[in-house]
């Protein structure tokens, strides 16, 4: 089951994510995420894939 690991290109889209968390006022205060944040979750969720 290789899809059990967090690849290194999709851990650094998450640490970008991680990145703008903390510094974003919208993300972490609402349900959900903005624009942002969303696109930042998108671009985590293709690497993942592609791996
Ligand atoms: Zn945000």
Redesign the pocket.
């Given at each position: 089951m290789p899809d059990t690991f967090i690849r290194p290109t999709a851990q650094a889209s998450y640490n970008a994510y991680l990145a703008?968390?903390r510094q974003?006022?919208?993300?972490?205060a609402g349900p959900d995420?903005?624009?942002?944040?969303?696109e930042?979750v998108r671009v985590y969720l293709t690497d993942v894939r592609k791996g």
């Open positions: 703008h968390i974003c006022r919208e993300c972490p995420r903005c624009a942002a944040g969303q930042l």
